[in-house]
Protein backbone atom coordinates (compact mmCIF):
# COMPACT_ATOMS: atom_id res chain seq x y z
CA UNK A 1 0.00 0.00 0.00
CA UNK A 2 1.29 3.51 -0.90
CA UNK A 3 1.08 4.71 2.93
CA UNK A 4 3.56 3.49 5.20
CA UNK A 5 1.85 1.23 7.52
CA UNK A 6 2.79 -0.04 10.53
CA UNK A 7 1.12 -2.79 12.77
CA UNK A 8 1.81 -2.54 16.28
CA UNK A 9 -0.14 -5.22 18.16
CA UNK A 10 -3.55 -6.46 17.53
CA UNK A 11 -5.68 -8.83 20.15
CA UNK A 12 -7.81 -10.49 19.56
CA UNK A 13 -37.43 -7.01 -6.30
CA UNK A 14 -39.23 -7.82 -9.68
CA UNK A 15 -38.58 -5.11 -12.39
CA UNK A 16 -35.70 -2.24 -13.11
CA UNK A 17 -33.83 -0.44 -10.92
CA UNK A 18 -31.53 2.29 -12.35
CA UNK A 19 -30.53 4.98 -10.44
CA UNK A 20 -28.96 7.96 -12.08
CA UNK A 21 -24.85 8.54 -11.47
CA UNK A 22 -24.53 10.58 -8.29
CA UNK A 23 -22.18 11.78 -5.61
CA UNK A 24 -22.36 10.07 -2.18
CA UNK A 25 -19.34 12.56 -0.75
CA UNK A 26 -20.58 15.70 -0.31
CA UNK A 27 -20.79 16.82 3.24
CA UNK A 28 -24.06 16.00 4.58
CA UNK A 29 -26.51 17.85 6.95
CA UNK A 30 -26.40 16.78 10.70
CA UNK A 31 -29.76 17.69 10.89
CA UNK A 32 -28.95 20.61 12.98
CA UNK A 33 -27.33 24.88 12.60
CA UNK A 34 -23.90 24.32 13.55
CA UNK A 35 -21.74 27.79 13.88
CA UNK A 36 -18.84 27.15 12.70
CA UNK A 37 -17.24 30.00 15.06
CA UNK A 38 -18.75 28.78 17.76
CA UNK A 39 -16.33 28.63 21.30
CA UNK A 40 -14.36 31.33 19.56
CA UNK A 41 -12.59 28.86 17.30
CA UNK A 42 -11.26 29.46 14.32
CA UNK A 43 -11.55 26.89 11.65
CA UNK A 44 -7.71 25.84 9.57
CA UNK A 45 -7.48 24.47 6.38
CA UNK A 46 -9.50 21.19 6.33
CA UNK A 47 -6.55 19.08 4.31
CA UNK A 48 -4.62 19.50 7.66
CA UNK A 49 -7.98 19.19 10.02
CA UNK A 50 -7.77 15.93 11.95
CA UNK A 51 -11.08 14.06 13.13
CA UNK A 52 -11.22 12.20 16.38
CA UNK A 53 -13.98 9.33 17.19
CA UNK A 54 -14.05 7.75 20.63
CA UNK A 55 -14.91 3.80 19.68
CA UNK A 56 -16.64 1.97 22.58
CA UNK A 57 -14.50 -1.01 21.70
CA UNK A 58 -11.08 -2.68 20.14
CA UNK A 59 -11.37 -3.55 16.46
CA UNK A 60 -12.13 -7.69 15.74
CA UNK A 61 -9.79 -7.16 12.79
CA UNK A 62 -9.58 -4.91 9.07
CA UNK A 63 -11.52 -7.20 6.62
CA UNK A 64 -14.98 -6.42 6.28
CA UNK A 65 -16.43 -10.30 5.17
CA UNK A 66 -15.14 -11.57 8.72
CA UNK A 67 -16.52 -8.73 10.53
CA UNK A 68 -20.08 -8.85 12.32
CA UNK A 69 -19.45 -5.94 14.70
CA UNK A 70 -20.23 -2.63 14.39
CA UNK A 71 -17.19 -1.39 16.28
CA UNK A 72 -14.96 -3.07 13.65
CA UNK A 73 -17.29 -1.57 10.33
CA UNK A 74 -17.35 2.08 11.72
CA UNK A 75 -13.82 1.98 10.85
CA UNK A 76 -13.69 -0.49 7.97
CA UNK A 77 -16.59 1.67 6.86
CA UNK A 78 -13.94 4.35 6.24
CA UNK A 79 -11.52 2.60 3.54
CA UNK A 80 -13.57 0.53 1.36
CA UNK A 81 -17.22 0.77 -0.60
CA UNK A 82 -19.63 -1.60 -1.98
CA UNK A 83 -21.62 -1.94 -5.14
CA UNK A 84 -24.36 -0.08 -3.64
CA UNK A 85 -24.55 2.86 -0.85
CA UNK A 86 -27.26 4.43 1.51
CA UNK A 87 -28.41 7.40 0.90
CA UNK A 88 -27.02 9.66 3.92
CA UNK A 89 -29.21 9.43 7.14
CA UNK A 90 -31.63 7.01 5.68
CA UNK A 91 -31.96 3.54 4.46
CA UNK A 92 -32.30 4.47 0.45
CA UNK A 93 -30.02 2.31 -1.26
CA UNK A 94 -27.86 4.41 -3.94
CA UNK A 95 -24.88 3.98 -6.06
CA UNK A 96 -21.52 3.75 -5.06
CA UNK A 97 -18.96 1.72 -6.91
CA UNK A 98 -22.07 0.62 -9.50
CA UNK A 99 -23.79 3.68 -10.72
CA UNK A 100 -26.57 1.93 -12.66
CA UNK A 101 -28.45 -1.66 -12.26
CA UNK A 102 -31.46 -3.71 -13.02
CA UNK A 103 -32.82 -7.32 -12.42
CA UNK A 104 -34.34 -9.40 -14.61
CA UNK A 105 -38.14 -10.02 -14.96
CA UNK A 106 -37.26 -13.29 -12.33
CA UNK A 107 -35.57 -11.08 -10.26
CA UNK A 108 -32.96 -13.79 -10.34
CA UNK A 109 -30.20 -11.83 -12.77
CA UNK A 110 -28.50 -8.55 -11.72
CA UNK A 111 -26.87 -6.28 -14.17
CA UNK A 112 -24.59 -3.52 -12.73
CA UNK A 113 -23.00 -0.80 -14.22
CA UNK A 114 -19.55 -0.08 -12.82
CA UNK A 115 -17.82 3.46 -12.17
CA UNK A 116 -14.76 3.91 -14.15
CA UNK A 117 -11.48 5.06 -13.56
CA UNK A 118 -11.20 3.90 -9.35
CA UNK A 119 -8.44 2.51 -8.28
CA UNK A 120 -7.70 0.40 -4.86
CA UNK A 121 -5.68 1.95 -2.14
CA UNK A 122 -2.45 -0.30 -3.64
CA UNK A 123 -2.96 1.37 -6.94
CA UNK A 124 -4.60 -1.57 -8.93
CA UNK A 125 -7.56 -1.07 -11.04
CA UNK A 126 -11.47 -1.47 -9.67
CA UNK A 127 -13.19 -3.37 -12.32
CA UNK A 128 -15.80 -6.24 -13.19
CA UNK A 129 -12.96 -8.70 -12.63
CA UNK A 130 -12.21 -7.55 -9.28
CA UNK A 131 -15.78 -7.58 -8.11
CA UNK A 132 -16.41 -11.38 -9.04
CA UNK A 133 -13.11 -12.33 -7.65
CA UNK A 134 -14.51 -10.75 -4.25
CA UNK A 135 -17.84 -12.90 -4.62
CA UNK A 136 -16.40 -15.98 -5.51
CA UNK A 137 -14.18 -15.56 -2.79
CA UNK A 138 -16.83 -15.33 -0.45
CA UNK A 139 -18.75 -18.19 -1.73
CA UNK A 140 -15.54 -20.22 -1.64
CA UNK A 141 -14.94 -19.94 2.08
CA UNK A 142 -13.23 -23.15 3.18
CA UNK A 143 -12.98 -25.12 6.40
CA UNK A 144 -13.25 -22.61 9.69
CA UNK A 145 -13.97 -19.92 7.82
CA UNK A 146 -17.32 -21.26 6.62
CA UNK A 147 -18.92 -20.79 10.75
CA UNK A 148 -21.15 -18.82 11.79
CA UNK A 149 -18.12 -17.28 14.09
CA UNK A 150 -16.42 -15.89 11.17
CA UNK A 151 -18.57 -15.61 8.13
CA UNK A 152 -21.92 -15.14 9.87
CA UNK A 153 -22.98 -12.28 7.33
CA UNK A 154 -22.86 -14.13 4.47
CA UNK A 155 -24.87 -17.54 6.07
CA UNK A 156 -27.56 -14.83 7.36
CA UNK A 157 -27.65 -13.20 3.38
CA UNK A 158 -26.76 -15.90 1.53
CA UNK A 159 -26.88 -19.15 2.52
CA UNK A 160 -24.22 -21.91 1.96
CA UNK A 161 -21.24 -21.85 0.55
CA UNK A 162 -19.81 -23.81 -3.02
CA UNK A 163 -20.63 -27.70 -2.32
CA UNK A 164 -22.23 -27.17 0.85
CA UNK A 165 -25.97 -26.01 1.67
CA UNK A 166 -27.77 -24.08 -0.64
CA UNK A 167 -26.64 -20.53 -1.57
CA UNK A 168 -29.12 -18.09 -3.06
CA UNK A 169 -25.82 -16.70 -5.07
CA UNK A 170 -24.76 -18.69 -8.08
CA UNK A 171 -22.32 -16.97 -10.37
CA UNK A 172 -20.88 -13.73 -11.10
CA UNK A 173 -19.73 -13.01 -14.47
CA UNK A 174 -17.68 -9.84 -15.85
CA UNK A 175 -18.57 -9.68 -20.00
CA UNK A 176 -17.04 -6.17 -19.92
CA UNK A 177 -14.32 -4.49 -17.46
CA UNK A 178 -17.27 -1.56 -16.47
CA UNK A 179 -20.16 -4.55 -16.10
CA UNK A 180 -20.93 -7.13 -13.81
CA UNK A 181 -24.10 -9.78 -14.19
CA UNK A 182 -24.51 -11.61 -10.46
CA UNK A 183 -26.73 -14.34 -11.12
CA UNK A 184 -28.90 -16.06 -8.22
CA UNK A 185 -30.54 -19.37 -7.56
CA UNK A 186 -33.77 -17.48 -6.51
CA UNK A 187 -34.87 -14.36 -6.11
CA UNK A 188 -34.54 -12.83 -2.72
CA UNK A 189 -36.25 -9.64 -0.72
CA UNK A 190 -32.23 -8.55 0.02
CA UNK A 191 -31.96 -7.40 -3.10
CA UNK A 192 -30.34 -5.12 -4.50
CA UNK A 193 -30.11 -3.64 -0.55
CA UNK A 194 -27.77 -6.41 0.83
CA UNK A 195 -25.27 -5.11 -1.58
CA UNK A 196 -24.79 -1.81 0.54
CA UNK A 197 -23.94 -3.78 3.38
CA UNK A 198 -20.71 -3.04 5.19
CA UNK A 199 -19.79 -7.08 4.87
CA UNK A 200 -19.80 -7.00 0.69
CA UNK A 201 -17.39 -4.26 0.47
CA UNK A 202 -14.95 -4.52 -2.85
CA UNK A 203 -11.26 -5.35 -1.46
CA UNK A 204 -7.89 -5.51 -3.91
CA UNK A 205 -7.99 -9.17 -5.20
CA UNK A 206 -3.78 -8.24 -5.34
CA UNK A 207 -3.53 -7.32 -1.76
CA UNK A 208 -5.92 -10.38 -0.66
CA UNK A 209 -3.82 -12.85 -2.60
CA UNK A 210 -0.50 -11.00 -1.27
CA UNK A 211 -1.49 -11.12 2.40
CA UNK A 212 -3.02 -14.32 2.55
CA UNK A 213 -6.12 -13.00 3.10
CA UNK A 214 -8.68 -16.31 3.25
CA UNK A 215 -6.13 -18.18 5.91
CA UNK A 216 -8.40 -18.20 8.95
CA UNK A 217 -7.74 -20.76 11.40
CA UNK A 218 -9.34 -21.71 14.59
CA UNK A 219 -7.26 -20.77 18.36
CA UNK A 220 -9.03 -21.78 21.38
CA UNK A 221 -12.53 -20.38 21.48
CA UNK A 222 -11.36 -17.62 18.60
CA UNK A 223 -9.60 -17.33 15.10
CA UNK A 224 -6.37 -16.21 13.87
CA UNK A 225 -6.73 -13.98 11.26
CA UNK A 226 -4.26 -13.75 8.51
CA UNK A 227 -2.24 -10.87 7.49
CA UNK A 228 -4.86 -8.88 5.27
CA UNK A 229 -7.12 -8.75 7.64
CA UNK A 230 -4.81 -7.80 10.68
CA UNK A 231 -2.44 -4.96 8.79
CA UNK A 232 -3.32 -4.47 4.64
CA UNK A 233 -7.14 -3.83 4.12
CA UNK A 234 -6.80 -2.50 0.91
CA UNK A 235 -10.45 -1.07 -0.44
CA UNK A 236 -11.34 2.25 -2.71
CA UNK A 237 -12.29 4.06 -0.02
CA UNK A 238 -11.66 8.10 0.96
CA UNK A 239 -9.34 6.85 3.63
CA UNK A 240 -6.26 4.36 3.57
CA UNK A 241 -4.90 2.31 6.78
CA UNK A 242 -1.77 3.84 8.66
CA UNK A 243 -2.09 2.22 11.89
CA UNK A 244 -3.04 0.23 14.70
CA UNK A 245 -1.66 1.06 17.96
CA UNK A 246 -3.21 -1.47 20.94
CA UNK A 247 -0.76 0.09 23.26
CA UNK A 248 -1.75 3.20 22.55
CA UNK A 249 -5.56 2.39 21.70
CA UNK A 250 -5.45 4.07 18.56
CA UNK A 251 -6.62 3.39 14.75
CA UNK A 252 -5.41 6.01 12.25
CA UNK A 253 -6.42 6.15 8.68
CA UNK A 254 -5.07 8.48 5.99
CA UNK A 255 -7.07 10.77 3.64
CA UNK A 256 -6.69 8.96 -0.17
CA UNK A 257 -5.15 11.49 -2.11
CA UNK A 258 -5.99 9.58 -5.25
CA UNK A 259 -9.95 9.33 -4.30
CA UNK A 260 -12.32 8.88 -7.58
CA UNK A 261 -14.78 11.26 -6.32
CA UNK A 262 -14.60 14.29 -3.34
CA UNK A 263 -11.31 13.75 -1.32
CA UNK A 264 -12.10 13.59 2.34
CA UNK A 265 -12.38 16.96 4.47
CA UNK A 266 -9.68 15.71 7.38
CA UNK A 267 -6.16 15.04 6.59
CA UNK A 268 -6.61 12.43 9.32
CA UNK A 269 -9.11 9.96 10.71
CA UNK A 270 -7.76 8.62 14.69
CA UNK A 271 -10.36 6.00 16.58
CA UNK A 272 -9.65 5.86 19.97
CA UNK A 273 -10.78 3.09 22.00
CA UNK A 274 -12.77 4.30 25.07
CA UNK A 275 -14.71 1.39 26.38
CA UNK A 276 -15.96 3.24 28.97
CA UNK A 277 -19.32 5.82 28.00
CA UNK A 278 -18.46 8.19 31.20
CA UNK A 279 -14.76 8.47 30.06
CA UNK A 280 -15.35 9.13 26.30
CA UNK A 281 -18.32 11.89 27.78
CA UNK A 282 -15.67 13.52 29.58
CA UNK A 283 -13.09 12.96 26.68
CA UNK A 284 -15.61 15.03 24.60
CA UNK A 285 -15.49 17.66 27.16
CA UNK A 286 -12.03 17.68 27.30
CA UNK A 287 -11.78 18.61 23.61
CA UNK A 288 -9.37 15.04 22.97
CA UNK A 289 -12.21 13.60 21.07
CA UNK A 290 -14.85 15.27 19.06
CA UNK A 291 -17.66 12.61 18.76
CA UNK A 292 -18.25 9.24 19.88
CA UNK A 293 -21.82 7.09 19.47
CA UNK A 294 -24.49 6.06 21.59
CA UNK A 295 -24.00 8.71 24.81
CA UNK A 296 -25.97 7.41 27.00
CA UNK A 297 -29.43 9.18 27.36
CA UNK A 298 -29.79 10.09 30.45
CA UNK A 299 -26.63 12.50 29.61
CA UNK A 300 -28.55 14.20 26.41
CA UNK A 301 -29.67 16.89 28.28
CA UNK A 302 -26.51 17.79 29.94
CA UNK A 303 -24.44 17.25 26.55
CA UNK A 304 -26.37 19.57 24.72
CA UNK A 305 -26.20 22.19 28.12
CA UNK A 306 -22.47 21.72 27.90
CA UNK A 307 -22.48 22.85 24.35
CA UNK A 308 -22.02 19.58 22.61
CA UNK A 309 -24.39 18.21 19.82
CA UNK A 310 -26.61 15.27 20.24
CA UNK A 311 -27.60 14.09 16.94
CA UNK A 312 -30.47 11.57 16.45
CA UNK A 313 -30.56 8.35 13.94
CA UNK A 314 -34.24 8.39 12.60
CA UNK A 315 -36.19 6.10 11.75
CA UNK A 316 -35.63 3.74 14.82
CA UNK A 317 -34.24 0.40 12.72
CA UNK A 318 -33.25 -1.76 15.46
CA UNK A 319 -34.15 -4.14 18.09
CA UNK A 320 -32.75 -4.77 21.54
CA UNK A 321 -33.67 -8.25 22.95
CA UNK A 322 -32.87 -11.56 24.97
CA UNK A 323 -31.66 -14.30 23.04
CA UNK A 324 -32.49 -17.58 24.02
CA UNK A 325 -29.95 -21.09 23.36
CA UNK A 326 -32.73 -23.95 23.57
CA UNK A 327 -29.98 -26.30 23.66
CA UNK A 328 -27.75 -25.20 26.12
CA UNK A 329 -30.57 -25.64 29.35
CA UNK A 330 -33.26 -28.28 28.76
CA UNK A 331 -36.00 -26.23 30.40
CA UNK A 332 -35.84 -23.72 27.44
CA UNK A 333 -37.42 -25.96 25.35
CA UNK A 334 -40.35 -25.55 27.18
CA UNK A 335 -42.33 -22.91 26.11
CA UNK A 336 -44.05 -22.15 28.95
CA UNK A 337 -40.43 -21.57 30.11
CA UNK A 338 -39.63 -18.82 27.82
CA UNK A 339 -42.91 -17.23 28.09
CA UNK A 340 -42.41 -16.83 31.68
CA UNK A 341 -39.19 -15.32 30.95
CA UNK A 342 -41.10 -12.52 28.87
CA UNK A 343 -44.10 -12.54 31.26
CA UNK A 344 -41.26 -11.43 34.67
CA UNK A 345 -39.24 -8.43 32.34
CA UNK A 346 -41.19 -5.23 32.96
CA UNK A 347 -40.36 -4.35 29.72
CA UNK A 348 -42.32 -0.77 30.48
CA UNK A 349 -40.17 0.37 33.50
CA UNK A 350 -37.13 -0.72 31.66
CA UNK A 351 -37.66 1.40 28.66
CA UNK A 352 -39.16 4.21 30.50
CA UNK A 353 -35.44 4.24 33.24
CA UNK A 354 -32.41 2.64 31.34
CA UNK A 355 -33.23 3.67 27.55
CA UNK A 356 -34.02 7.03 25.50
CA UNK A 357 -37.31 9.00 25.71
CA UNK A 358 -38.30 7.78 22.56
CA UNK A 359 -37.71 4.18 23.00
CA UNK A 360 -40.87 1.75 23.29
CA UNK A 361 -41.21 -1.69 24.11
CA UNK A 362 -40.86 -3.89 21.21
CA UNK A 363 -44.01 -6.35 20.81
CA UNK A 364 -42.74 -8.41 18.11
CA UNK A 365 -39.47 -8.59 16.28
CA UNK A 366 -39.62 -6.34 13.49
CA UNK A 367 -40.05 -2.29 14.43
CA UNK A 368 -43.44 -0.98 13.69
CA UNK A 369 -42.32 1.20 10.46
CA UNK A 370 -41.44 -2.34 8.87
CA UNK A 371 -43.39 -3.98 6.24
CA UNK A 372 -44.60 -7.25 8.24
CA UNK A 373 -45.47 -5.96 11.29
CA UNK A 374 -48.44 -7.76 13.19
CA UNK A 375 -50.34 -5.80 15.86
CA UNK A 376 -52.60 -8.52 16.77
CA UNK A 377 -49.08 -10.56 17.51
CA UNK A 378 -49.69 -12.00 21.30
CA UNK A 379 -48.91 -10.28 23.96
CA UNK A 380 -47.00 -10.40 27.37
CA UNK A 381 -47.92 -7.92 29.72
CA UNK A 382 -45.20 -7.66 33.10
CA UNK A 383 -46.88 -10.17 35.02
CA UNK A 384 -44.75 -11.82 37.84
CA UNK A 385 -47.16 -13.94 39.23
CA UNK A 386 -48.26 -15.25 35.81
CA UNK A 387 -43.99 -16.10 35.53
CA UNK A 388 -44.25 -18.10 38.44
CA UNK A 389 -47.16 -20.00 37.48
CA UNK A 390 -46.01 -21.15 34.39
CA UNK A 391 -42.52 -22.09 35.93
CA UNK A 392 -44.59 -23.87 38.61
CA UNK A 393 -46.46 -25.50 35.87
CA UNK A 394 -43.18 -26.77 33.54
CA UNK A 395 -41.68 -28.05 36.46
CA UNK A 396 -39.35 -25.64 36.72
CA UNK A 397 -39.77 -23.23 40.04
CA UNK A 398 -36.24 -23.77 40.61
CA UNK A 399 -34.64 -22.43 37.21
CA UNK A 400 -31.18 -21.51 37.46
CA UNK A 401 -30.04 -19.12 34.45
CA UNK A 402 -26.67 -18.11 33.44
CA UNK A 403 -27.24 -14.40 31.85
CA UNK A 404 -24.64 -12.93 29.77
CA UNK A 405 -24.06 -9.31 28.77
CA UNK A 406 -21.06 -7.55 27.09
CA UNK A 407 -18.96 -5.43 28.08
CA UNK A 408 -16.37 -2.60 26.41
CA UNK A 409 -19.13 -1.96 24.24
CA UNK A 410 -22.08 0.41 23.23
CA UNK A 411 -24.56 -0.31 20.49
CA UNK A 412 -27.74 2.12 19.41
CA UNK A 413 -29.98 -0.30 20.86
CA UNK A 414 -27.99 -0.69 23.92
CA UNK A 415 -26.18 2.26 25.41
CA UNK A 416 -25.26 0.71 28.48
CA UNK A 417 -25.50 -3.25 28.69
CA UNK A 418 -25.09 -3.38 32.36
CA UNK A 419 -28.27 -1.13 32.93
CA UNK A 420 -30.26 -3.48 31.04
CA UNK A 421 -28.69 -6.92 32.58
CA UNK A 422 -29.13 -5.43 36.33
CA UNK A 423 -33.09 -4.61 35.17
CA UNK A 424 -33.61 -8.12 33.88
CA UNK A 425 -31.98 -9.67 36.17
CA UNK A 426 -34.22 -8.12 38.91
CA UNK A 427 -37.20 -8.82 37.34
CA UNK A 428 -36.22 -12.47 36.94
CA UNK A 429 -35.13 -13.09 40.49
CA UNK A 430 -38.02 -11.65 41.40
CA UNK A 431 -40.43 -14.11 39.78
CA UNK A 432 -37.68 -17.34 41.29
CA UNK A 433 -35.24 -17.23 38.74
CA UNK A 434 -31.73 -17.73 40.56
CA UNK A 435 -29.57 -15.72 37.80
CA UNK A 436 -25.38 -16.37 37.00
CA UNK A 437 -23.89 -13.28 35.44
CA UNK A 438 -21.53 -13.70 33.06
CA UNK A 439 -19.71 -10.49 31.67
CA UNK A 440 -17.56 -10.35 29.13
CA UNK A 441 -15.79 -8.24 26.47
CA UNK A 442 -17.86 -7.90 23.22
CA UNK A 443 -14.54 -8.66 20.82
CA UNK A 444 -13.13 -10.54 23.87
CA UNK A 445 -15.30 -13.86 23.88
CA UNK A 446 -18.93 -12.66 23.94
CA UNK A 447 -19.94 -12.10 19.63
CA UNK A 448 -17.72 -15.51 19.60
CA UNK A 449 -19.21 -17.50 22.42
CA UNK A 450 -22.75 -16.44 21.57
CA UNK A 451 -22.19 -17.59 17.72
CA UNK A 452 -20.33 -21.08 19.24
CA UNK A 453 -23.64 -21.23 21.14
CA UNK A 454 -22.13 -21.25 24.70
CA UNK A 455 -24.58 -18.34 26.03
CA UNK A 456 -27.75 -19.94 27.30
CA UNK A 457 -29.35 -16.25 27.11
CA UNK A 458 -27.95 -13.31 26.24
CA UNK A 459 -28.41 -9.49 26.18
CA UNK A 460 -28.06 -8.80 22.63
CA UNK A 461 -29.99 -6.96 19.37
CA UNK A 462 -29.56 -6.21 15.79
CA UNK A 463 -29.39 -3.16 13.86
CA UNK A 464 -30.57 -3.47 10.08
CA UNK A 465 -29.03 -2.10 6.79
CA UNK A 466 -32.11 -1.93 4.91
CA UNK A 467 -35.97 -1.54 6.40
CA UNK A 468 -36.69 -5.08 5.47
CA UNK A 469 -38.25 -7.64 8.20
CA UNK A 470 -35.67 -10.38 6.94
CA UNK A 471 -33.10 -7.95 8.39
CA UNK A 472 -34.45 -9.10 11.66
CA UNK A 473 -36.35 -12.59 12.11
CA UNK A 474 -34.45 -13.99 8.97
CA UNK A 475 -30.80 -12.76 10.54
CA UNK A 476 -31.20 -15.20 13.65
CA UNK A 477 -34.45 -17.87 12.67
CA UNK A 478 -33.35 -19.25 9.46
CA UNK A 479 -34.09 -17.66 6.19
CA UNK A 480 -31.29 -19.00 4.56
CA UNK A 481 -30.25 -22.54 5.96
CA UNK A 482 -29.47 -20.86 9.19
CA UNK A 483 -27.81 -23.24 12.07
CA UNK A 484 -29.34 -20.81 15.10
CA UNK A 485 -32.73 -21.94 13.54
CA UNK A 486 -32.16 -25.31 12.45
CA UNK A 487 -30.29 -26.98 15.27
CA UNK A 488 -30.89 -24.59 18.71
CA UNK A 489 -34.82 -24.72 18.19
CA UNK A 490 -37.03 -27.72 17.74
CA UNK A 491 -39.12 -25.81 15.41
CA UNK A 492 -36.44 -24.49 13.13
CA UNK A 493 -36.58 -26.42 10.52
CA UNK A 494 -40.42 -25.26 9.16
CA UNK A 495 -39.88 -21.60 10.67
CA UNK A 496 -36.85 -21.19 8.29
CA UNK A 497 -39.27 -22.86 5.65
CA UNK A 498 -41.80 -20.48 5.91
CA UNK A 499 -39.35 -17.61 5.84
CA UNK A 500 -37.46 -18.67 2.93
CA UNK A 501 -41.03 -19.00 1.32
CA UNK A 502 -41.87 -15.31 2.33
CA UNK A 503 -38.31 -14.30 0.95
CA UNK A 504 -38.63 -15.62 -2.32
CA UNK A 505 -42.00 -13.73 -2.85
CA UNK A 506 -41.52 -11.14 -5.39
CA UNK A 507 -44.76 -9.25 -4.38
CA UNK A 508 -44.13 -7.18 -1.94
CA UNK A 509 -47.85 -6.56 -0.31
CA UNK A 510 -47.63 -10.56 -0.83
CA UNK A 511 -44.34 -10.48 0.80
CA UNK A 512 -45.40 -8.40 3.92
CA UNK A 513 -48.89 -10.88 4.74
CA UNK A 514 -46.41 -13.43 4.83
CA UNK A 515 -44.24 -11.73 7.06
CA UNK A 516 -46.86 -10.58 9.66
CA UNK A 517 -48.35 -14.60 10.07
CA UNK A 518 -44.76 -15.46 10.79
CA UNK A 519 -44.81 -12.70 13.25
CA UNK A 520 -47.41 -14.46 14.84
CA UNK A 521 -46.21 -16.75 14.82
CA UNK A 522 -43.06 -16.16 16.37
CA UNK A 523 -44.90 -14.44 19.27
CA UNK A 524 -47.71 -17.13 19.77
CA UNK A 525 -46.91 -20.58 18.86
CA UNK A 526 -42.54 -20.21 19.27
CA UNK A 527 -41.09 -17.23 21.11
CA UNK A 528 -37.45 -18.07 20.25
CA UNK A 529 -35.75 -14.98 22.06
CA UNK A 530 -37.60 -12.49 24.06
CA UNK A 531 -38.13 -8.61 22.19
CA UNK A 532 -37.96 -6.22 24.68
CA UNK A 533 -37.45 -2.61 22.64
CA UNK A 534 -36.38 -0.46 20.13
CA UNK A 535 -34.03 2.15 21.22
CA UNK A 536 -33.72 5.15 19.24
CA UNK A 537 -29.75 6.05 19.17
CA UNK A 538 -27.93 9.38 18.58
CA UNK A 539 -24.17 10.35 18.39
CA UNK A 540 -22.63 13.30 20.12
CA UNK A 541 -20.31 15.41 18.75
CA UNK A 542 -18.90 18.61 19.58
CA UNK A 543 -19.97 21.60 18.88
CA UNK A 544 -17.72 22.53 16.12
CA UNK A 545 -18.26 18.96 13.98
CA UNK A 546 -19.79 19.89 10.68
CA UNK A 547 -20.97 17.38 8.11
CA UNK A 548 -21.61 14.10 10.62
CA UNK A 549 -24.67 12.26 9.58
CA UNK A 550 -25.79 9.43 11.82
CA UNK A 551 -26.85 6.42 9.94
CA UNK A 552 -30.35 4.56 10.67
CA UNK A 553 -27.77 1.24 9.45
CA UNK A 554 -25.05 2.08 11.57
CA UNK A 555 -22.86 3.18 8.18
CA UNK A 556 -21.55 6.59 9.30
CA UNK A 557 -19.37 7.95 6.43
CA UNK A 558 -16.95 10.22 7.94
CA UNK A 559 -15.39 11.66 4.39
CA UNK A 560 -17.43 15.21 4.81
CA UNK A 561 -16.47 15.85 8.33
CA UNK A 562 -14.52 19.32 9.05
CA UNK A 563 -13.84 20.29 12.52
CA UNK A 564 -13.35 23.62 14.37
CA UNK A 565 -11.29 24.01 17.35
CA UNK A 566 -10.76 26.01 19.58
CA UNK A 567 -7.93 28.05 19.84
Known amino acids: MKNGMKFTKLVGVVGVFTLALASCTGTPSTGEDVDASAGGGTTPDAGDQTFVFGNSGAPRMFDPFYSSDG ?47 VKFHDGTDFNAEAVCYNFDRWYNQKGVAQSTGVTQQWSNDFGGFAGGDPSVYEACESPEPSKVVLKLTRSSS ?66 NEDYWGDPAKVNTLVFRIIPDETTRRQELEAGTIDAYDSPNPVDWAGLKDDGAQVILRDPTLNLLYVG ?56 YPFDTEKAKQLLKEAGHSDLK ?97 DLAAADTEPNPDTRAKAYAEINAQLMDEYLPSLPIAHVPSAMAAANGVQGLTPSPAGQEKFAGVTVTRSE
Open 190 to 255: RFPSVLSSSAYVISSPTAMQKWDADNVTAQGDGFNFPEYAMSHPTGTGPFTFEEYDDAQGTVTLKR
Open 71 to 117: ETSRITDQMYEALLSLQPGTVEVAPSLATEWEASADARTWTFKLREG
Open 324 to 379: INVSTVPALEDIRVRQALLYAIDRDLLVKTQLPEAAIVATQFVPPVTPGYNEDVNQ
Open 401 to 497: LPLWYPTEVSRPYMPDPKRVFEAVRDNWEAAGIEVVPVAKPWNGGYLDGREKGDAPTYILGTVTHSNNPVNFIGTFYGVTDNAFATNLYPFGEKLAS
